[in-house]
């Protein structure tokens, strides 16, 4: 298995909402990477997870929870998000030995 | 600090003509540098990487080579199709931080039959 799977492809939530986004990989890599992509940009980094623990916070809002319950598994909790916060979130992962990230096809998320 | 200068977009062309998307970057250290594509409604592909210089990455007729005098890494391909419509990204990549992606901006590539 040599990619990235994402769940769910579109999700549209109002600002009271609950919901979660999921990523998984099983090609054994042990980093794993939330981004949020906005229409014409490139991706922003939000976390970093490396063996399951979180080494990289890039100053997000609380709104967003991110949470890695083993090595292949990565979720990304949210509540009470913003209208601002309607983008395209991509997962990636990473090998320990080797620079590349392997990304998935994302989450197109629009809050009303 | 680290980062990656790109071309601004879009670029138009023909299709069966060659294209060159600048690349500088900025880095400490010794980083690895990639382009990916990104396709309408998709995530990022990996097209080609250089892990150190002089090093020539190449996929599906594109290529790239890690310049360190002249801090580049500009995209190539001789004769590009319609299919190759699509957002390039060159990024680098910081050893010993968690493999933090540094992005360009991207070029958007039109490709016109």
């Known amino acids: 298995d040599t990619e990235v799977t994402q769940t769910p492809k579109h999700l549209v939530m109002g600002m009271t909402n609950k919901k979660s986004l999921k990523c998984e990989q099983h090609?054994?890599?042990?980093?794993m990477y939330w981004y949020k992509q906005k229409a014409k940009k490139p991706p922003e980094l939000m976390f970093v997870y490396s063996y399951e623990k979180l080494s990289i916070n890039e100053s997000v809002p609380s709104r967003f929870s991110p949470e890695c319950p083993n090595s292949s598994l990565l979720n990304l909790h949210l509540h009470a998000l913003q209208p601002e916060d309607s983008a395209l979130y991509l997962c990636?992962?990473?090998?320990?030995?080797?620079?590349?990230?392997?990304f998935g096809p994302g989450t197109r998320l629009t809050v009303l | 600090g680290d980062s990656v200068t790109q071309m601004e977009g879009p670029v138009t062309l023909s299709e069966e003509a060659f294209l060159t998307i600048n690349c500088t970057y900025t880095a400490t250290g010794y980083p690895s540098l990639f382009w990916y594509v990104q396709y309408p409604g998709e995530g990022l592909q990996l097209l080609l990487k250089a892990t150190k210089a002089d090093d020539k990455g190449s996929n599906k007729g594109f290529e790239a080579t890690y310049r360190k005098e002249t801090t580049s890494f500009h995209l190539e391909k001789g004769s590009v199709q319609v299919s190759d419509s699509a957002v390039y990204f060159c990024?680098?990549?910081?050893?010993?931080?968690?493999?933090?992606?540094?992005f360009g901006s991207g070029t958007k590539l039109n490709v016109k039959p």
């Open positions: 090609m054994g890599h042990r980093a």
């Open positions: 990636a992962s990473s090998h320990p030995m080797l620079a590349e990230q392997f």
């Open positions: 990024a680098l990549s910081v050893p010993l931080n968690f493999n933090k992606f540094y």
